[in-house]
């Protein structure tokens, strides 16, 4: 990563490894005593700042697929895609589950269009990354504060872009750790339906990641502590991300069918939901 200089002294460097600790801290519910484990987290956090920062550098240089193929390289075993890649023209809504850590770059990597828009949740370490943060759709945290992001989507979607939604809004269960991972979807909200109204002649796209979070992980004494599945698997990813070693995962992203947008579009990307994470818990 030489050729990117990464300096010390640069206060967005520092902010990002102060809040990449503090989130690592989160996983493992030890931010109450974050100041004292402090100096646990941040040579984990550095080095996991540096290989995104880098990411940020290649995405400016190289644009953000190319540059999402080096970093699943650095955080994944392998990916495989199933399908047909999404189409190159046109306004395209490609709608996704959200089981997280790499799933996005998943994605990224096959969508060959500098248009590609997220619509991504506010995070303080995306503000850091000039290269990355042109993509993005911020939703913020107050809901009142989010019908610009509405009009934003429609208006990039309207220009003949594509847009990258995840219509659950918070992480959602791994389909290959999962057998019931479908039942998420009933929770998606009806983002599809109101862009499909504001936009004409709208393709969607659905598409379905799984195995983002390694088994190998989860059975680490520090995940199974935890009660619920819903935190071991954050502590998991967590790890993988903290660990070179548990970057084992082998990801599939599933492409559906694109189809033209009905008045109630939602229905139909469900049902082709239901059909590529079946396929991913069967496996």
Known sequence: ???????????????????????????FQMDPLHNLLRRVFEGPARRVTETVFHYDH???RDGLASSSVWLLEQFTNSVRVVGSPPPQSGPLLIVSNHPGMVD?????????????????????????????????IIVPDDPQRRLPVVRTAAAHLKNGGVLLNYPGGHIEPDP?????????????????????????????????VSGVISPRALRHPLAR???????????????????????????????????????????????????????????
């Open 104 to 136: 996005a770059m998943a994605v990224f990597a096959q969508v060959q269009r500098p248009d590609l828009r997220i619509i991504a949740a506010e995070r303080p370490v995306l503000r850091l990354l000039p290269n990355i943060l042109p993509y993005l």
């Open 225 to 283: 502590v935890y009660r619920t599945a819903k935190q071991r698997e954050w502590v998991a990813a967590t790890l993988q991300v903290m660990l070179p070693r548990y970057r084992d995962t082998d990801v599939v992203v599933r492409f559906g069918q694109p189809f033209r947008a009905t008045h109630h579009p939602t229905a139909q990307a469900v049902d082709q939901m239901h059909t590529l994470i079946g396929q991913a818990a069967q496996v």
């Open 176 to 208: 290959a750790l999962h057998r019931d991972a479908a039942a998420s979807l009933a929770h998606w909200s009806d983002s599809v339906d109101i862009l499909a109204r504001l936009v004409p002649y709208l393709t969607i796209l659905p598409v379905a």
């Open 58 to 60: 290649l995405v400016g």
């Open 1 to 27: 990563m030489a050729d990117y200089p990464l300096r010390e002294a640069d206060p967005r460097f520092r902010a990002a490894v102060m809040q990449n600790a503090l989130d690592m801290s989160k996983a």
